[in-house]
C-alpha cells in the first residue's frame, strides 16, 4: 500500500503544478486581451482626434474643445496601458525598466538594454533616497541625449 500512496501523492502534486500553471496562462492570456482592447481604444480616439483636428482647420471652427476631451481621455487610457503592462510583466516573472521600458527577468539589477539600475521591490521602499549619484533626467529628455553621441560614433 505504500507504493499506491506514494503514486497518489505524486499525481495530486503534478496536479496541483499543472493546474497552477494553466492558471497562470490564462491570467496571462486575460491580461493580454485587456491590452489589445485598451490599444484599439487608443487608435480609435487617436483617429477621432486627427479628424477633429482636421474638421476644424477645414471649417476654421475652433476645436479646442474636443481636442482637449481627447487628448486627456488618451492619456488616461495610455496610464491604463501602463498598469496592464506591468501585471502582464509581473506575471511573466520580468519587470520594465523604469528609464527605456524593455523588459528584463526579475532576478536582474540592471537594465539589458540602458544599463539603468533596476529597482527591487524591497528596495524600492527603504532606499528610495540614497541612490542617485547624478542628476535625473527625465525620460523624453534621456533618449535624445544618449542617441545623439551614438549617431556620431557610428559615422
Do not use: W
Amino acid at each position: 500500500m505504500g507504493l499506491f500512496e506514494d503514486v497518489v501523492v505524486n499525481a495530486r502534486s503534478a496536479a496541483g503544478v499543472v493546474g497552477k500553471k494553466a492558471g497562470q496562462l490564462v491570467d496571462i492570456s486575460k491580461l493580454r486581451i485587456s491590452a489589445a482592447d485598451v490599444n484599439r481604444e487608443i487608435d480609435h480616439r487617436m483617429e477621432l482626434l486627427g479628424r477633429a483636428v482636421y474638421e476644424s482647420r477645414k471649417s476654421g471652427h475652433d476645436a479646442e474643445e474636443l481636442i482637449t476631451e481627447n487628448v486627456a481621455y488618451i492619456d488616461e487610457l495610455y496610464e491604463q496601458l501602463d498598469v496592464i503592462t506591468a501585471e502582464l510583466a509581473a506575471a511573466r516573472g520580468q519587470v520594465a525598466c523604469p528609464h527605456c521600458g524593455k523588459l528584463n527577468p526579475v532576478t536582474s539589477f540592471y537594465c539589458s538594454q540602458c544599463g539603468t539600475k533596476l529597482a527591487k521591490e524591497e528596495e524600492a521602499g527603504e532606499g528610495a533616497g540614497e541612490e542617485p549619484a547624478q542628476e535625473p533626467v527625465s525620460p523624453e529628455e534621456a533618449p535624445k541625449s544618449e542617441e545623439a553621441p551614438e549617431e556620431e560614433k557610428s559615422e
